[in-house]
C-alpha cells in the first residue's frame, strides 16, 4: 500500500504563492500517475492538477490553468503543486493521490490511495 503525505499549506494573502508537496512511500513512485484536489467547506472535492507516471502529461482545471503548476521528482518520490497569485476561493483541503497506474485521472473514483489533506487559506 502506497501512503501519501502533504505539506506546505498555510495562510496566505491574495496574490501569494505556496508550494505543495506530497512525499510517497510503500511502493513505486516512478510507475504511478498522481493528481491533486481540493475541497472547500460545504463543497464536493475537485480536480485541480494530474500528472502521469512520467510527467510528460499534465492536466489542470480551468479555474487554475496558468497560475498553478504540477511536476514530480522521482528521486524523492515527491509531487509537487506550485500555485502562484492564489485567490480566496482557492481556501480549501488540498489532497494527493495516486491511482496506482502510470495513467491520472480528473475523477476522483480512479485514485486509490490519498493523503491526509493540507489546508491551504487564502485572505483578501
Known amino acids: 500500500q502506497v501512503q501519501l503525505v502533504e505539506s506546505g499549506g498555510g495562510l496566505v494573502q491574495a496574490g501569494e504563492a505556496l508550494r505543495l508537496s506530497c512525499v510517497a512511500s510503500?511502493?513505486?513512485?516512478?510507475?504511478?500517475?498522481m493528481g491533486w484536489f481540493r475541497q472547500a467547506a460545504g463543497k464536493e472535492r475537485e480536480s485541480v492538477a494530474t500528472?502521469?507516471?512520467?510527467?510528460?502529461?499534465?492536466g489542470y482545471a480551468d479555474s487554475v490553468k496558468g497560475r498553478f503548476t504540477v511536476s514530480r521528482d522521482d528521486v524523492k518520490s515527491t509531487v509537487y503543486l506550485q500555485m502562484d497569485n492564489l485567490k480566496p476561493e482557492d481556501t480549501a483541503v488540498y489532497y494527493c493521490?495516486?491511482?496506482?497506474?502510470?495513467?491520472?485521472?480528473?475523477?476522483?473514483?480512479?485514485?486509490?490511495?490519498w493523503g491526509q489533506g493540507t489546508q491551504v487559506t487564502v485572505s483578501s
Open positions: 500528472i502521469n507516471w512520467s510527467g510528460g502529461t499534465t
Open positions: 510503500g511502493g513505486t513512485f516512478s510507475d504511478y500517475g
Open positions: 493521490a495516486t491511482t496506482l497506474r502510470t495513467w491520472a485521472s480528473r475523477s476522483a473514483n480512479d485514485y486509490v490511495s
